[in-house]
């Protein structure tokens, strides 16, 4: 079987419908706030394990578009994740992905966030696509989690599993902020493989 | 029967009770974050609703040591409601009493405020003590609520009544904030009586 | 000398062009940051100053668009006013006008805004039009402001003066809160004439 | 010359002076609030680079205090900086510290980052110190500052050099979050060493 680009967007919409629950859901105070309309920009803890599951769907729709569809539905793809799940919009992104390396080791950018998951950017030598390694699932296991207001940041492991049943595991901080319409834009991302004494 | 001044400390103690609730209870996330540690300074409409009743209650407390104890133990009372509920530690408070009048409208410091509550004090000679009217009920009606992470304002009528049953409603409007031991803390307080056109 | 429509709606540009600063100006650290990008959502004193002079400036456009160009150019600038200064869209907006009474004292949706600003809607039957009385000039004296972040609140007294110079004070309380296009927006207005005892 | 451990403490405390200036400085508006209480939680740029300046100092005196008093004198002033510093009083701190390894990685607890600065706690074996590696200088070079109201993250290298002029360069993300005293606290902490790609 076969998954056209079609399905491939679905999947993705489908990974990021969880982000789209809007911040002014009108909420029905029952005790003192009989029929008041509650706006808010909090972030639930749920919200913030929602929004982390989006990442790893969206990471692994990547990877299946690549394999299926090839490198132009994978980057068509990339570009709705980003646009959809970052913050670059809000002027800078604070991003330190796994494998990048001086002097191109912040991805302050979209063009150098889009480089770093599908490659391909003369701009961007050293990158070949973190995205399209295969990958089959993400498992995320949070250290902690602080939510101040309308911005939430998580650190912890994510687990990375490849169609070849290979496991890497990276130590992955995230800041989410709530935007405008209610959902969760990543503002920082530092991640980085487990330091390996010699 | 007559409550001592200890008493009337503990039924302060009650109604704040619900105000110290820490904003870094260790909750566990089952999902995706198993024994993560979660800390959050957002603010729920549960917490907003608690302290509004927490303020009503604090005001018949006041009224009612008024009553049995005196001037001093309700002006005792209050300095600990002021301390504990409004927000002047942080260098001011936006505070429009109902009463008041130029040019002392706006209590943007303790005294102002401990003058408007009890009284006493030659500095505000206009002020009667706005507490100690007999109050024994208060009702609280939110027209909205908006929470912006770990600040949280609402809008509505709120309704005292005393002693005599008599009811008075005034327009009233609080923004609370979240302070660093979770407890809210009034930073705003606009009230007014309905306006009456003639 | 005629202002036409499009004059009217140029000084409204103009009345709200300090509230069209993006959030994400690309400042330039000397020191540590040489070259660092930064993005911030904080509120500035200054913003907050130039938020209230754009509020007092649109009501003295509209109050003009009226007299000049009718009520029908009057109601279109005053759509563009609230559209473009306040925060309806994220839900609700508490919104406590100086006029209104009960039970429509509260206007929580943007037709009720709209109402009370032009009037002329049959479902708030008791609004002229506040903004149609020939306002001249709006002078804001603030007592004190809060900044919680990406969020302001002041407090003070505002005189609006109005073609026969005649003046009318309010208590008024504004909330602030920073779009993601780094605007200013009133998510909170509490007004009040001032208390007169009998 | 021997520094005393009072010196050494009189060091730190000019070190983090810079974080004491108060939130609720009482600023004085000139245009429109001419006399104005200002009260502000939000976070500047100078506050942000203040902060890191001021943990690269608290290095280098904690490592000289080790050279200079000893380990008791170095591990109370760890203790003082991580009191200073960090936000665990919150609840817990997002810290990934350089060269941890699991399942020790994340030191959410006072006591595991105590461990990683100074070592000697059984409970964290493979600690010897990090603090105590003869760090002479920090310079700090941000990528980008992201400034979201009263929290404030930043990415970007830090280079320490040693005694004996060796440099070592770490990738590192903080989060800084102003308490109600108008200091800065790190409540996120991620440091790796640059992706060495084989």
Redesign the interface.
């Known amino acids: 079987m076969n998954l056209r680009p079609l399905a491939a967007a679905s999947a993705l919409a489908c990974a990021f419908a969880v982000l789209a629950a ?6 029905h ?1 029952a ?4 029929g ?10 749920a919200e913030v ?1 929602a929004a ?2 989006a990442w790893g769907d969206a990471l692994v729709a990547i990877a299946t578009a690549h394999e299926r569809e090839g490198a132009a539905a994978a980057r068509r793809l990339a570009e709705q994740v980003i646009d959809a799940a970052y913050g670059y ?8 992905p ?5 002097p191109q ?2 991805r ?1 950018t979209r063009a150098g966030a889009l480089a770093y998951f599908v490659g391909g950017d003369p701009n961007f030598p050293n990158d070949s696509g973190f995205a399209l390694n295969g990958w089959r699932s993400v498992a ?12 939430a ?5 994510v687990t990375l599993t490849d169609r070849n049943g290979r496991a890497t595991t990276v ?1 992955k ?1 995230w ?1 989410f ?1 709530k ?2 319409h209610g959902r969760l834009r990543i ?2 991302h ?1 991640s ?6 010699r």
């Open positions: 809007p911040a002014h859901a009108h909420n105070a005790a003192a706030g009989g008041a309309r509650v706006v808010s920009t909090a972030i639930t803890e394990l982390q599951r919009q809000f002027g800078a992104v604070l991003f330190k796994t494998l990048t390396v001086a080791t912040f302050t995320i296991q949070n250290a902690a989690i602080f939510i101040a207001g309308d911005v940041s998580t650190m912890g492991n130590d901080t800041k902020k935007d405008d503002v920082v530092h980085s493989l487990p330091h390996a004494p």
